[in-house]
Nanobody, 118 residues
Framework: EVQLQASGGGLVQTGGSLRLSCAAS????????IGWVRQAPGKEREDVSC????????RYADSVKGRFTISRDNAKRTVYLQMNGLKPDDTALYYC???????????WGRGTLVTVSS
């Protein structure tokens, strides 16, 4: 079965950093789009970032450009999201998701919670 397991969330102060990991299994990892989607109370679900595993092309939401970096290790079937300069507005449940195209996801993992204190 397809599995996407997110980890790495936690509590961090404003300006701090976290690295999220998404371990994937059950599908062709090297020919897929895997991204991070976040949901916070009172806010719309936001497509944060995405990477195409075949060529490494990336996309970022304007709200995180310059602060977040997505990457992948195809051998480890893992996608990472390095989050720097965290702000309270980044507080959310972060989901790892995969599909044929960025932001068109068929598979979803359980979220990992990121909390940024002010």
């Amino acid at each position: 079965e397809v599995q996407l397991q997110a980890s790495g969330g936690g509590l961090v102060q404003t300006g701090g950093s976290l690295r999220l990991s998404c371990a994937a299994s059950g599908f062709t990892f090297d020919d897929y789009a895997i991204g991070w989607v976040r949901q916070a109370p009172g806010k719309e679900r936001e497509d944060v970032s995405c990477i195409v595993t075949s060529d490494g092309s990336t996309r970022y939401a304007d709200s995180v450009k310059g602060r977040f970096t997505i990457s992948r290790d195809n051998a480890k079937r893992t996608v990472y999201l390095q989050m720097n300069g965290l702000k309270p507005d980044d507080t959310a449940l972060y989901y790892c998701a995969g599909g044929e195209y960025c932001n068109e996801y068929d598979y979803w993992g359980r979220g990992t919670l990121v909390t940024v204190s002010s």
